[in-house]
Nanobody, 126 residues
């Protein structure tokens, strides 16, 4: 079975930084892309950032562009999300996900991902 585990969440004041990490393990599987989504209470899970394994192309939601940076290690099947200049509206549970094959819908769509972590809480105080 494939497992994805997030770490690095916590409580931070507005303007601060956090770095989230995601590690994949278990049975062998191909990784086409890795991404981060987040879900705040009462809201839909939304796309945050993604990285494509083949060429390293990255994708960001407009709300985090310029503040968040995604990176990955292809050999280790890991991904990190560096979050700077955090705002209270960034408060959410952050989920790591991986997609095993190319999907027409692209990297910003939840259905393009096959495995998900359990999430890590990020809370930003004002």
């Amino acid at each position: 079975q494939v497992q994805l585990v997030e770490s690095g969440g916590g409580l931070v004041q507005a303007g601060g930084s956090l770095r989230l990490s995601c590690a994949a393990s278990g049975r062998p599987f191909s990784t086409y892309r890795m991404g981060w989504f987040r879900q705040a209470p009462g809201k839909e899970r939304e796309f945050v950032a993604a990285i494509r394994r083949t060429d390293g192309n990255t994708y960001y939601a407009d709300s985090v562009k310029g503040r968040f940076t995604i990176s990955g290690d292809n050999a280790k099947n890991t991904a990190s999300l560096q979050m700077n200049s955090l705002k209270p509206e960034d408060t959410a549970v952050y989920y790591c996900a991986t997609g095993t094959r190319i999907r027409l819908a692209g990297s910003t769509v939840r259905d393009s991902y096959d495995y998900w972590g359990q999430g890590t809480q990020v809370t930003v105080s004002s």
